[in-house]
């Protein structure tokens, strides 16, 4: 049976999918973790058109995942930084990149997200914060009621 | 500067949104990882047109990402079920999840994925493969040029 009462509204991936879930919003923040902070950049990166992207960054910035910025008084031009909010979102954008190198890349090398310090490639791992188990999609349980232990 | 060399063709990222860039896909496969399997079954939890359930699905299957198979013969009934590579998705569901609970909840409780043997809320942690560090947002570099260190 479907938990007919867990509709959109009370379900966090689609909650998350009302802010990001358009594929210039998704490519708006991969360009920012990139280093893409002006209108222009981002206009030529993405070629998508200027109304837009205009409409998508103000989103962004409404909410709070992008912060506008003066960089310049005159004539006054603004950027557009990262907050912590959407700083958040980078496990979304490195799971995302994961399943397009394993599954879409038709043998084409594509940018690839490494640590900083090493050049080692990243991995995400999904843990039980309570017992600490490595969880696999078999050991995914939902749970609707407010049951279930939180981390401790 | 830009890389313009790597444009959208060249991202996983952008890779990966053809496939699941829309919200309903994203959607259908969430429903899909809760058990969801009908065609009905998806249009009551979703409550999206038939004709763009129907295509969407259609696609999913085309993609690799779920199977129609038989479950009835009189009269012929098919449902969708996850195939490997839609089931690889699910660190993205995840994370979608994880920051919808932290950044969209409005304080109301939403379904959890929990670990089915102990209850315990589940973690995604990111992990350089090579040193096993973990990894923060501020310790990821994007390479372009196929350098770096892959994985030992």
Chains 1, 2 share one sequence.
Not at 50 to 78: A, K
Not at 114 to 122: I, S
Not at 130 to 151: H, K, M, N, P, W
Request: charged letters at 30%.
């Amino acid at each position: 049976m479907l938990h007919r009462t867990y509709n959109d509204q009370n379900c966090s991936v689609a909650r998350a999918l009302e802010v990001v879930g358009e594929r210039w919003t998704i490519l708006i923040l991969r360009d920012a973790f990139r280093g893409v902070h002006r209108f222009d950049d981002f206009q030529r990166s993405l070629g998508v058109a200027r109304n837009v992207l205009q409409t998508r960054l103000l989103r962004l910035v409404d909410e709070g995942l992008l912060e506008r910025r003066r960089y310049q008084e005159h004539p006054p031009r603004h950027e557009y930084r990262l907050t912590p909010r959407g700083e958040d979102l980078w496990p979304v954008l490195l799971a995302l990149m994961e399943w397009g190198d394993r599954h879409r890349s038709a043998g084409e090398a594509a940018p690839r997200a490494v640590h900083r310090d090493c050049g080692g490639a990243l991995t995400q791992r999904c843990l039980c914060s309570a017992c600490d188990a490595q969880i696999e999609v078999g050991d995914v349980e939902l749970r609707y009621d407010g049951s279930g232990t939180r981390a401790a």
